[in-house]
Each structure stands twice: as structure tokens, then as C-alpha cells.
């Protein structure tokens, strides 16, 4: 990526941005020029992150919540103006036990975390990228979606979720600027 002019940087949305591959991705953006808004479940370690990206700022967003996460996206435009970017990687790998053992309760919060999650982020960013016709999405999956992993049922269908929904959005925006 080229560094933009100080007056046009990109502003990217990093879920899950507190920490891991969330904030590796921020800060390898950071490093190209790029605004983040990182967004996570966990504000102070989220402002702690931030605090070390030039531009960034933390937001609390549980992405389990569609109306967290519309209000997080007018937020980010508000505060920036705009949104060029989207990163989906807030996830979690859950319990590790058979699919017959799996506790209900973990499949549900995974389920709502790892895939409900991406494609509420998706819809409500989406909009606001659909009405510029400009955008950039890229929804973070795993090798256990596409082959399944024993003992990790949950977290395997909700990958595997991901890319049909990745694919599936794509098509819908193979003709904009998206």
C-alpha cells in the first residue's frame, strides 16, 4: 500500500483490534499510512493499543450485537469520516470436545462471536462502503473451516460459515467498487 497524502489517509476498522492478529494487522496498517479504529470487547486494552498507532482510536463493540455495531460504525464516521477498510478478525476457538459433548451454551456465544459477528460488521459497514462505492473487506477465516478439525465443531462451522458468507457478499459487490 502507498502512503497517502496526511489529508486523505484510509481509515480501517479492525475488530478484535485489542490484541493478537487484530492489533499485528493494525499496526502493519499503521505502518502504511492507515487510520485505525480498533474495535474489541475490551476498551481499556483496546486505548492501550491505540495509544501506540498514530491516528487510531479504541471503540467497545461487541460484534455479537448488530445495534453495538451500527452505532460503532456511525461512531467511526463521525469521528473520521469516513471508512475505507474492514478488517473482520475478532474470533475465539471455544472448547475443545466432541460435537455429541459440545456445551450448548459455548456453541451459541461462538456461533454469534465468529460468524453473526463478521456478517453484522459486514452488513452495517458495508452500507456505508456501498454508498461511497469504495471499499476494501477482507473477513478472516481459518484452514479448520474448510477441512474441519476434530473437537472443534463449532469453531470449524462457523469458519467454514465465513467463506460461503465472503463469498456469497463478494458476488453481491463483484460490480462496485468494493
Request: contains cysteine.
Given at each position: ?20 492478529l ?8 499503521s505502518?502504511?499510512?492507515v487510520?485505525?479504529?480498533?474495535w ?16 487510531a482510536?479504541a471503540?467497545?463493540?461487541d ?13 467511526v464516521?463521525?469521528?473520521y ?12 476457538n471455544?472448547?475443545i ?18 460468524l453473526d ?14 454508498e ?13 473451516g ?6 472443534a ?6 469458519k ?17 467498487g468494493?
Open positions: 500500500m502507498s502512503t497517502p497524502a496526511p489529508n486523505d489517509r484510509r481509515i480501517a476498522i479492525v475488530t478484535g483490534g485489542a490484541r493478537g487484530g492489533l499485528a494487522i493494525a499496526q502493519r496498517l505502518r502504511d499510512g487510520h485505525c479504529a480498533l474489541d470487547l475490551d476498551l481499556e486494552r483496546a486505548a492501550r493499543s491505540a495509544a501506540g498507532l498514530p491516528g482510536r471503540y467497545r463493540v460484534v455479537t450485537d448488530y445495534a453495538a455495531v451500527e452505532a460503532a460504525t456511525q461512531a464516521m463521525q469521528d469520516g469516513r471508512i475505507d477498510i474492514l478488517i473482520n478478525s475478532a474470533g475465539a471455544g472448547p470436545a466432541p460435537l455429541i459433548d459440545y456445551p450448548l451454551d459455548a456453541w451459541r456465544r461462538l456461533i454469534a462471536l465468529n459477528g463478521v456478517f453484522h460488521c459486514c452488513r452495517a459497514v458495508g452500507k456505508v462502503m456501498i461511497r462505492n469504495q471499499g476494501r473487506i477482507v473477513n478472516m477465516s481459518s484452514i479448520g474448510k477441512e474441519g478439525n476434530a473437537g465443531s463449532c469453531y470449524a462451522a462457523a467454514a460459515g465465513v467463506i460461503a458468507l465472503t463469498k456469497a457478499f463478494g458476488k453481491e459487490l463483484a460490480l462496485t468494493i
